[in-house]
């Protein structure tokens, strides 16, 4: 236990040896980071002063190198902790995905209820579960048992009904929240399914996060996360075999309820009021996040103009420097340099301690506290200070200490390395950043001397080479498809900026009737993302900016009726649209489409005694391009490499021209894409004349 009047002295000889030695070394750790910034200087500086001097801070850092190394034997020796290997886990990675899984976790309707009436989403509340997660991660079997024992505490009086008032709040709202209206009476709680949902989608969000926005995580330390955080389920009650133990049997549940309960309007509407108080970029991006489009969106929307796409150049490359060194920073080094850029998290921080050690027939000083709002320390003196320390209290203490210890230390152990790679990375991004800017614009150039007029009319896109994307990386399957989806979108953004009035119609095959035929999971994975990536563009900002229609081509019959009924709802909220015209061909094959159209000739011409009659111009009144009046498709292009159209449009392709791409769908480039529009433009079309 730890002594009643602390002083640094007091505290010191209470802590373990581990903490001693960190101890000692924070008192030094200001002076090697003024030696660091000396050796970053020392390129301009070694003309001028002695070699000894130069050389000096580099010896001092790989001695704190040392010290680290040491601290860290302290650490494995320290038998309390039963997780050593999971601190590497904890870190900026955690903060981000938290905040991700929160708002992922809104998307189930009941967890949406809960919220609604027992609280908000708040800086509070992701601190809450940062530090639930820090002390379940780093903590002893005792630990990680209050912790457990705790959240259940705070959720046991989190239950309720769903009223309807809180689905609908008129008759318009309940044709749009369709889906949603046999929740109305559902129970919501601290269920199994809930706490099954809430701590899958943490674990996802963490995978998720390290997938897109940093480096993938191995199968292994996948799995490892998803079962460590099922154990946390597994301790509040859920039965092992009610669990997915598995990252893939994880993944699969959070896109069945993904797919099951779309993003509704209501839903949308309180993700608008999350409170965030983190800087405008990072709220930008994951405030809304519907995690696979909506990232995408704000990088489309940086890019336009040079200076613009320079500045994104910039900030991608120096987030990605930070990334380098933030996984290193401990989740606790990370709330104290908060609180330092942040003073208003100070007051928060201290809330978020009180609440936690709150109990309800010992009702804490909240004022007291609240007045020294900004004061860190005094909320540490006022925990030790008191008579009677629970342990739950020890172990906040425990980490507070951590937050003073911890976080200067950690920064600097990965500071060199984090520089080394640092460097190199936003070398390497700057220059291929470069390149891709530099064949745009040429690209851009040509395509401004052409006149508007030749250009195509109608562009079909066979997107191909996803799976061979995600082979080389030796990433799964799914990860190609869903950086397709993204590339997708992102040509939505391309066409809008270069289709200069005569680039109306676009039609892309997303999947093929033949498609069907490969393995069962990555159909059913191809389905859940299509229903996702459709689902997104009801709020997709380009649709609704330009007025873009969306149309889904292709045999509805041989979709779920959950798909079917997404892209109706799509196609119904953009049926008025008519400045640009976008054909996603799903379930789609070129012999089917013209079956189908000429067997709906036949019956609109009532008679099979008529057949004789039938003629090409008929049927082309019947094709999907034919029935809502859109042009033929003036070209075809496929990346992936091969020579083949597939039978893509085949009935509306007659004359159209065909460009091939040797690049796979995921790496094609907006240059790409204006070069096929100058090379169609200077192609000799005579139409068979
Ligand atoms: C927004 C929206 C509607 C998104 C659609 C999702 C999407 C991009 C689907 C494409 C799937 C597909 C079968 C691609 C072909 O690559 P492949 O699997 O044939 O790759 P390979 O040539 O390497 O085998």
Known sequence: MVAKHCTSRTLEASLTMEFKFRWWFARIYPHIIALSLLHAAVPLLSNSIPAWIAYLPSRLALFSLLLRAISFGFYLLDN??????????????????????????????????????????????????????????????????????????????????????????????????????????????????????????????????????????????????????????HRLGVPAERLPLS???????????????????????????????????????????????????VTVSQSSGFVGRAWFHLLVAAYQFIYDIAPMISVSGIILLMTFLEPKLQATLDQTFCEIGASPDDPRPIEALTNEAGDYTKVLQWFLARGRLSDLDYWVLKRVNRVDLEAPLAITIQFWAAIIRGYYRVTSDAVSGAFADA???????RLANIPADTLPVHMGIVMDGNRRWARVRGMEIIHGHVKGAWKLLEVLGWWMEHHRGNL????????????????????????????SELGGLLYNSYIHFFKIRVVVIGDRSRLAQSLVDIIEEVECATAKYDSFFWQIAVAYGGQDEIVTSVNATLKANHSSATLAMLSANEISRYTYNGRLGYPRVNIILRTGGDHRTSGFLLWDSQYAELKFSSKLWPEFEESDFVAALVDYSKRDIRLGK
């Open 439 to 445: 064949r745009l614009r040429l690209a851009e150039r």
């Open 504 to 531: 109306k119609y676009m039609t892309f095959w997303t999947f093929s009737t033949d498609n069907f035929n490969r393995p069962e999971s990555e159909v059913n994975g191809l389905m859940r993302l299509l229903a």
């Open 80 to 233: 309390d902790s039963t997780a050593s290997h999971h601190r590497r886990n904890i870190g900026i990675a955690t903060f981000f995905s938290t905040y991700i899984a929160l708002v992922l976790q809104l998307r189930h309707p009941l967890v949406a209820a809960g919220v609604r009436r027992h609280g908000r989403i708040s800086m509070r509340r992701l601190l809450r579960t940062i530090l639930f997660l820090d002390v379940y991660i780093y903590g002893s079997q005792k630990d990680q048992e209050k912790v457990v024992e705790w959240l259940r505490g705070v959720h046991r009086r989190v239950e309720g009904t769903v009223l309807r008032s809180e689905l609908v709040k008129d008759d318009q709202d309940a044709a749009a929240n369709a889906g949603d209206l046999d929740l109305i009476g559902a129970k919501y709680g601290f269920t199994e399914d809930l706490q099954i949902w809430v701590l899958a989608t943490t674990a996802y969000s963490y995978v998720w996060y390290h997938q897109y926005l940093g480096r993938p995580l191995s199968e292994h330390r996948r799995n490892e996360y998803c079962s460590m955080l099922m154990m946390i389920a």
């Open 247 to 297: 990252y893939e049997a994880m993944e699969e549940l959070i896109h069945q309820n993904i797919a099951r309960y779309p993003c509704t309007a209501g839903l949308s509407e309180m993700l608008a009021g999350i409170e965030v108080n983190i800087p405008p970029l990072i709220s930008m991006v994951f405030k809304h996040s519907f995690l696979f489009s909506q990232i995408h969106d």
